[in-house]
């Protein structure tokens, strides 16, 4: 079963439209984290945010912000005033314990296209 | 200076070769990762290594043969080639192996089998 579902596989927006990312994810354990990563058009996946649990608040980082609701297994991420640049896959990621370890399981990206 | 690298950046081979990637990480980090990157950009885990101990062993087919020499370096090597082996593959590092631990991953290697 998928631990981590993105049900937008690709949205399209114009330059200065704001942009959601939706990211439910599911597990029985009551700690873990959730991560979420920037897959340009070069290729290389770039870690933007991590967050436990433990820790609902809400998230901002410049253009970007993060709202995170365990009562909803849902860790959204949402580009306000997209750029040009914005324009990749974006991955949320669930870091969980298995057995004697960890393990990071992705969804499956959502491809964002901003249009100039 | 480039964290995690990996060598080669493109790698086209028939069916039936043996090849092999290598990964770099000059980071002073404990565990590294293969990840595979199918055609639908969904990405799998398939081995990690902690201090040069094979941690993740996922259901990956004998024919993949990860071999870490130090911590700092992680290769792959892939026998009797498969069309369906074409991905891209992705080394990581993480300081630790914990739950919280962010991994910082390579450019990627686009293994295509003819």
């Known amino acids: 079963a998928q631990k981590v579902t993105q049900a937008q596989t690709e949205i399209s927006v114009v330059e200065k439209e704001d942009v959601t990312l939706d990211c439910v994810y599911e597990?029985?354990?009551?700690?873990?984290?959730l991560f979420w990563y920037k897959q340009p058009p070069s290729g290389e996946l770039v870690f933007l945010i991590r967050?436990?649990?433990?820790?609902?608040q809400n998230e901002i980082s410049g253009r970007y912000s993060w709202n995170f609701q365990k009562s909803t297994s849902s860790f959204n991420f949402t580009i306000t005033a997209s750029q040009v640049v914005d324009s990749a896959v974006y991955f949320c990621?669930?870091?969980?314990?298995?057995?004697?370890?960890?393990?990071?399981?992705f969804g499956a990206g959502t491809t964002v296209t901003v249009r100039a | 200076d480039t964290a995690v690298s990996q060598t080669p950046k493109y790698l086209v081979t028939q069916m039936g070769n043996d090849k092999s990637i290598k990964c770099e990480q000059n980071?002073?980090?404990?565990?590294m990762y293969w990840y595979k990157q199918d055609s639908k950009k969904f990405l799998k885990i398939m081995f990690s290594?902690?201090?040069?101990?094979?941690?993740i062993n996922e259901t990956v087919p004998n024919r993949f043969s990860p071999k870490s020499p130090d911590k700092a370096h992680l290769n792959l090597h892939i026998n009797s080639l498969e069309l369906g082996d074409s991905a891209v593959y992705f080394c990581?590092?993480?300081?630790?192996?914990?739950?919280?631990?962010?991994?910082?991953f390579g450019p990627g290697t686009r293994l295509t089998v003819t």
């Open positions: 990581a590092s993480s300081p630790g192996k914990g739950l919280a631990d962010e991994q910082y």
């Open positions: 597990t029985r354990d009551t700690t873990y984290y």
């Open positions: 967050r436990n649990s433990f820790d609902e």
């Open positions: 990621a669930l870091s969980e314990a298995i057995v004697n370890d960890y393990k990071l399981s």
């Open positions: 980071l002073g980090h404990d565990t």
């Open positions: 290594y902690n201090n040069k101990e094979l941690i």
